[in-house]
């Protein structure tokens, strides 16, 4: 697959991002160049503090960096409004925080149902979509579950299917695995690639944590901001 001529998918172009230090400026992206086709999933590893975290944050548009240019699905975000980004983030982009976030009094397909009112599609509908993305999760006979009658590995499931409510494009996951163990862990991060496969999402998956990795399909690593070129993961 040629990556430069994928249509859909994220593309970040020569992203510079800095923040205010004291009298000068940190440079916590240094030009990044990232591509992540659909279908595949780009594993961004690295120390803490090397920007993680501000790549993550800058291809979901939540921040604007310096310079650069983010393309989500073979669009172009520069000089979007505010609210053109809320409404580009809605309809194609999942993320997948650390910590799932869960409403305590709501069931797992609640959860998942609550974000359909955000881009009114009717109830019937959202919970036929719940219930689906529950099934892809492995969750089918726990939907009627709240988190405090779900495992940790259960909730970050639940976390997956919410962020894939509105069919995104692409899929930000950050983390995914730091409080699992090693064998919920694996599981989580075979099941981001499984849904990545066949879900057709551009998927960035951050994390420091390499002893999974095996199943990705490229290796991103970042130093200082910098990131060197996506190698192919070996499998
Ligand atoms: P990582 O996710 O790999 O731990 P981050 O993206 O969080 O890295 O941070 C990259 C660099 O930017 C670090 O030096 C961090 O201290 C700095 N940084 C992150 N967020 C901010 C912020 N809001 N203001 C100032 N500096 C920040």
Do not use: C, W
């Amino acid at each position: 697959m040629n990556a430069r001529t994928a249509p859909t998918g994220l593309e970040l172009t020569g992203i510079t991002l800095t923040y205010p230090d004291g009298t000068g400026r940190l440079t916590a992206l240094d030009q990044v160049s990232l591509t992540v086709p659909a279908g595949t999933v780009t594993a961004v590893v690295g120390p803490s503090g090397s920007g993680k975290s501000s790549l993550l944050a800058v291809a979901a548009t939540l921040i604007t960096p310096d310079s650069g240019r983010v393309s989500i699905a073979g669009t172009d975000t520069t000089g979007l409004s505010r609210n053109e980004l809320t409404t580009l983030r809605r309809g194609t982009v999942g993320i997948v925080f650390q910590q799932p976030n869960l409403l305590p009094s709501l069931t797992a397909a609640e959860q998942l149902q609550a974000m359909a009112h955000l881009d009114g599609r009717s109830p019937a509908k959202a919970r036929g979509r719940a219930l689906e993305l529950l099934d892809a999760v492995g969750l089918a006979t726990l939907a009627g579950r709240r988190p405090h009658q779900l495992s940790g590995g259960e909730r970050q499931r639940v976390n997956i299917a919410r962020a894939l409510m509105n069919d995104p494009a692409v899929l930000l996951v950050d983390e995914p695995t730091s409080a699992l163990d090693h064998e919920r862990g694996a599981a989580v991060l075979e099941l981001l690639t499984d849904l990545t496969h066949q879900r057709a999402t551009a998927t960035v998956l951050v994390t420091h944590d390499r002893s999974h990795l095996t199943a990705v399909d490229a290796i991103a690593e970042v130093h200082d901001g910098r990131l060197t070129t996506p190698a192919t993961a070996g499998r």
